[in-house]
């Protein structure tokens, strides 16, 4: 003779499965925002890193040209120390352009144009 559940049992039996499936889903959930939170965080840290290293680069190639124009400054030549081993370096200090004035720049090169028609009107 077959032993027949009371609906309170199969509730219960069903409630037991769900629950596991639950907390498999649960489970699948914390690790999911695991790997999100470490890709984040190490993506913030990578971007860090990249600045400290770029930051260290240009340090070190900024105290590279000052030695060279040093060397230059205390009579080497450019070629002497490229025969010695010490050719420029590979960041040479740039020497920044003065701007034009604006005033002179812009009526001197605005006289020798024509005006432009406008050409966005339609003709019918």
Do not use: C
Not at 71 to 97: N, Q, Y
């Amino acid at each position: 003779m077959a032993k027949h559940l009371s609906p309170d049992d199969a509730a219960a039996r069903a409630k037991a499965l769900q629950d596991d499936r639950l907390n498999a889903i649960r489970t699948i959930a914390i690790a999911r925002q695991a790997v999100a939170d470490v890709r984040e965080q190490t993506t913030r840290e990578l971007t860090e890193l990249q600045a400290t290293i770029t930051q260290r680069i240009g340090d070190a190639e900024r105290d590279d040209v000052r030695a060279y124009n040093a060397a230059v400054s205390a009579g080497w030549t450019p070629d002497e120390l490229r025969k010695i081993g010490f050719g420029e370096p590979d960041k040479k200090a740039r020497v920044r352009r003065r701007a034009a004035r604006r005033g002179t720049a812009d009526t001197a090169a605005g006289a020798d144009r024509p005006e432009r028609a406008d050409t966005s009107a339609v003709v019918a």
